[in-house]
């Protein structure tokens, strides 16, 4: 029913109800994701991701210098994984610390360096390590990267560094997360 000036009678018009249903979606979206769908936060401790012991708190004992790549989680202060999202995959390697440039240091601790584990070419998964090179790698499209300077492309297709994951030192030696991955996790434009 159609009043004047061409307004619906009670004010709903097919645009109207287009927006609110667009708006309402996304408060939805928003109102269902949890703390184990957010990327690592400040405070939050890592443990393993895999394997017979995963769960367990990482510690530089267990991050021998030359030692395997180690994926890891972010558990938040009340113990929630924080695995919802693929982006929140997190890759640590150690290296000697005098392999790290001065300026990428404050971000490690004791040569440990923590990057997205999400290749930035086309969101593959980094699997590969060579510590004598220091490089990690994709196997999808064989990207390689440089995590101890700062997540640095040293072989493309990829264009775009691979975000670092500032890390701090918590009790009995264990790594917790210092600030927000630097760079956004996951594909993009260089």
Do not use: Y
């Amino acid at each position: 029913m159609m009043a004047q000036g061409g307004q619906r009678a009670h004010g709903l018009d097919r645009r109207s109800v287009v927006v609110g249903a667009v708006a309402c979606c996304a408060a939805a979206g928003t109102a269902w994701a949890g703390p184990e769908d957010m990327l690592p936060q400040k405070g939050d401790r890592l443990v393993l991701g895999d394997g017979a012991k995963a769960g367990q708190p990482v510690t530089l004992d267990g991050l021998p210098v030359g030692g395997e790549l180690v994926e890891a989680v972010a558990v938040d202060p009340q113990g929630v994984k924080r695995e919802g999202s693929r982006f929140s995959k997190i890759i640590l390697v150690r290296v000697a610390p005098d392999q790290i440039p001065e300026d990428q240091r404050a971000h490690t601790v004791d040569g440990v360096v923590a990057v997205s584990g999400v290749c930035t070419h086309q969101g593959c998964t980094i699997t590969g390590w060579n510590h004598d090179s220091r490089r990690l790698s994709c196997f999808c499209h064989h990207s390689e990267f440089l995590p101890a300077e700062g997540g640095r492309v040293a072989k493309g297709p990829a264009r775009k560094r691979l975000p670092v994951l500032p890390l701090a030192r918590g009790e009995g030696g264990t790594l917790m997360v210092a600030g927000a991955f630097i760079g956004k996790p996951g594909p993009g434009p260089a």
